[in-house]
Every structure is written in structure tokens, then in C-alpha cells.
């Protein structure tokens, strides 16, 4: 961590949406500055308590970052623990039933997740020798990894200086750098996000942002709204999402069912219910066994 003197007081940062964010400039001593008030924030009000925080462990940081895609930080902390206990390594996690793997899912949603986490693990296991790949493209070849979670794997389990943007990191750089703006542009954001990159430790950096972006949505209007990335999440109440959760946890309490008798306890619409159990199974979810699905074994 940098040294401590002329840090900014917390208190200074504008965060009540009341009143106008501190702006920074594209300046090295913009940049200086900004990087201070972001480590000294973390140093004050950090979430240092999250279980992935105190491990290097390449396969318990992959999974962390997987769970941390489309899930509140609180649900994960509850079902990270009992995943690496049931899985704890790529080996078991590689060879492990698949309906075990979504017993152990369950609550958390986007189960697809859970089958990319597992082609995650064999991959590793038959191609890499069970050792976790440490570069950006090769880990962005994996299912279920993109660029920005193959950054965050880099800079978490082996503390490499990547440049990668992803939402709570977006917000910062907007509120901080391009507040007064609209259709900001993720190419331009890049760059900053370059210059300000804590290169004594960048683990610990990411880590700063990230918090630093999730207490940004908690009080002040969503800075995101001001990317030209932006997207506003759809509900999930009558979606689609909702459906395929409750197909595979009745099979998960049921074994296998006739697709008639899962329409019949969904109560949903037969085409629709129909549509989803084929797109289950083409995802490699569930197969049909003469007259039932199942989960895949």
C-alpha cells in the first residue's frame, strides 16, 4: 500500500448523492490523486472479510468469480463455502454428478454456471495438468469466462497488472472522471483505468475499485446509466430464467419426471414449458429416458 500522508478524509467523497462528486482529471496528478482516495477508502471501509479475499487458491477464485457474475455478494458468501467443501479442488469438481453439483447450486440461479464451472474444472484437469491457466486469453477460451472475468481471475489468484473493465468498475471512472458526461464510451475509459493501475498490488487494487463501485450503486444514482454499454437487467418474476429454475429443482427432488407432469406442476404455459425442457436439454441439463426427463448424470 502506498504511504498514508495528505490522505483524503472519506467523508469528502461525495457519496450521498446530494452533493456534486469530487472530479478528478486525466493528469498525473489527477491520476495520483484518485488512486489515493480509491486505496484509502478500501484501507477505511473495505469489505476484507470476504472469504475469497484471504486465498490465492486459482480454483477457489475461479469459482468465487463465476458465483460473483450475476449474484449478490451476500448470497455468495453463504454458498461459496459449501461449494468448495463439497468440490474442493478441479478434480472433484471435474468428476462430480452433475445433479450434484446442482443440489449444491440451488438458491443461487443462472444454473448454467454451475455447468460452465465444470467444464471449467475438466478442461483444466485434461489440457493443463490440473494447474489453472495465468494468461487473460487463454482463460477467456473457458466456458462461461468473458474478458473481464478472465482479468479478474488473473489479478485475484495470481496478482498480474491486467487493464479490464467490468461494471463496478465502469461506475467508478464514470462518476469520478466523467460525471457531467452522457454516452460515455468503454474505450474511453480505458485508458484511465491503465494510468491508475496500482501496480505494487494490483489484487488489492481491484479489490478497492470493486467496493468502491458497489457502495456508488448504493447511493448515488446509478452512474452506469451514463455508458453507452448500459443495460438495465430484465425482471425475473415470469421470466424464462424462473421457469428453467423450477424444471431443474423439481428434478432435483423428483428424478425423473414426463414432461407432462411438469407442465402440470409448473402451471405454465405447455409450448413455453416444452421450448425450455428442449433448450435444457441442447445446454446439456437435462436427456430424455424413454418417457422422462432427467437430469443429466
Request: charged content about 25%; overall charge positive.
Amino acid at each position: 500500500m502506498p504511504a498514508r500522508k495528505n490522505k483524503p478524509e472519506t467523508k469528502q467523497m461525495h457519496l450521498d448523492g446530494t452533493t456534486p462528486p469530487i472530479s478528478f482529471e486525466d493528469s498525473e496528478q489527477g491520476i495520483a490523486a484518485f488512486r489515493q482516495m480509491v486505496l484509502s477508502h478500501y484501507e477505511q471501509s473495505g469489505r476484507h472479510d470476504m472469504p475469497w479475499r484471504h486465498t490465492t487458491d486459482p480454483y477457489h477464485i475461479l469459482v468465487s468469480e463465476i458465483m460473483l457474475q450475476q449474484t449478490q455478494v451476500e448470497r455468495v458468501t453463504i454458498k461459496y463455502p459449501e461449494f468448495i467443501a463439497a468440490f474442493p479442488d478441479f478434480t472433484a469438481l471435474a468428476h462430480a454428478p452433475l445433479a450434484d453439483i446442482l443440489r449444491v447450486w440451488q438458491g443461487m440461479g443462472y444454473n448454467r454456471r454451475a455447468i460452465a464451472l465444470q467444464k471449467c474444472a475438466i478442461r483444466v484437469t485434461e489440457e493443463f495438468r490440473g494447474i489453472l491457466p495465468r494468461d487473460v486469453e487463454t482463460l477467456a477460451t473457458f466456458p462461461g469466462i468473458g474478458h473481464a472475468t478472465a482479468s479478474s481471475i488473473a489479478a485475484f489468484a495470481f496478482n498480474l497488472p491486467v487493464v479490464f473493465i467490468e461494471t463496478n468498475i465502469r461506475r467508478v471512472f464514470i462518476h469520478y472522471f466523467f460525471h457531467d458526461r452522457d454516452a460515455v464510451r468503454d474505450d474511453e475509459i480505458l485508458p484511465l483505468v491503465g494510468k491508475a493501475l496500482y501496480l505494487d498490488d494490483p489484487r488489492v487494487w481491484y479489490w478497492a475499485l470493486m467496493d468502491l463501485g458497489t457502495l456508488l450503486k448504493k447511493s448515488v444514482p446509478n452512474p452506469n446509466r451514463k455508458s453507452v454499454h448500459y443495460t438495465k437487467q430484465s425482471a425475473f418474476e415470469g421470466s424464462d430464467r424462473r421457469i428453467r429454475g423450477q424444471v431443474l429443482k423439481l428434478l432435483l427432488s423428483r428424478g425423473g419426471t414426463a414432461p407432462a407432469a411438469i407442465v402440470r406442476e409448473l402451471g405454465e404455459e405447455k409450448s413455453r414449458v416444452l421450448r425450455i425442457l428442449a433448450e435444457l436439454e441442447d445446454e446439456g441439463f437435462i436427456r430424455k429416458t424413454g418417457t422422462k426427463i432427467m437430469l443429466v448424470s
